[in-house]
Nanobody
């Protein structure tokens, strides 16, 4: 059983930066692919970015060039650096994990473990 805990959300202005963290416990972290999803009120949960167990990454077009994902297997954490934030980035951000998924894994149903979410609000 893997537990995921997100942190780092908050209220920022458009153009600002924010860093989210996803801390994992209870499993062999290095074998897990970790993704970030987000969900705005009234909308479906959408894929943001993934980093595979082997370090491969894949970004949604809407965040490419602005967001950067990284992982530290020694600390069992995944970090999401978000730059040049826009009001449309406002959502609850969730990290999710599953073992040995490929970088093409962008559907929520593919992920086994989920965090509780952290709110990101970007004002214009």
């Amino acid at each position: 059983q893997v537990q995921l805990v997100e942190s780092g959300g908050g209220l920022v202005q458009a153009g600002d930066s924010l860093s989210l963290s996803c801390a994992a416990s209870g499993g062999t972290f290095s074998s897990y692919t970790v993704a970030w999803f987000r969900q705005a009120p009234g909308k479906e949960r959408e894929f943001v970015v993934v980093i595979t167990w082997s370090g491969g990454t894949n970004y949604a077009n809407s965040v490419k060039g602005r967001f950067t994902i990284s992982r530290d297997n020694t600390k069992n954490t995944v970090r999401l650096q978000m730059n040049n934030l826009k009001p449309e980035d406002t959502a609850t951000y969730y990290c999710a994990a599953a073992r040995y998924l490929a970088a093409s894994s962008g559907r929520p149903q593919q992920y086994t473990y989920w965090g509780q979410g952290t709110q990101v609000t970007v004002s214009s």
